[in-house]
Nanobody, 126 residues
Framework: QVQLVESGGGLVQAGGSLRLFCAAS????????MGWFRQVPGKEREFVMA????????LYSDSVEGRFTISRDNAKNTVYLQMNSLKPDDTAVYYC???????????????????WGQGTQVTVSS
């Protein structure tokens, strides 16, 4: 079992930046691939980015290519999402999630992740 807590959300103007944090409990964090998802009211939760256990592989959604960066620090049990050049369309609740499957491929499906945080709100004003 792992618990995830997101932080770092807030209100920012279009073109600005935010850095989200996801702190994980437990000793097995380094064995999980980690992902970031986002959701707006009335829409399905959508994949943003994922990072492999050792940080060597990254998967991203086309919508954030070149603007967002994912990283992790296994010594601190933390995964980060650096968001630059933010747009109003990036407004959502952002969730981090852990995939315990040991799959050799990073995954982007909501059902494929086993543990979820409570989310942090990101609002981008125009």
């Amino acid at each position: 079992q792992v618990q995830l807590v997101e932080s770092g959300g807030g209100l920012v103007q279009a073109g600005g930046s935010l850095r989200l944090f996801c702190a994980a409990s437990g000793r097995t964090f380094s064995s999980y691939a980690m992902g970031w998802f986002r959701q707006v009211p009335g829409k399905e939760r959508e994949f943003v980015m994922a990072i492999s256990c050792n940080g060597g592989s990254i998967l991203y959604s086309d919508s954030v290519e070149g603007r967002f960066t994912i990283s992790r620090d296994n010594a601190k049990n933390t995964v980060y999402l650096q968001m630059n050049s933010l747009k109003p369309d990036d407004t959502a609740v952002y969730y981090c999630a852990a995939d315990r499957s040991s799959s050799p491929l990073l995954r982007s499906g909501v059902p494929e992740y086993d543990y979820w945080g409570q989310g942090t709100q990101v609002t981008v004003s125009s």
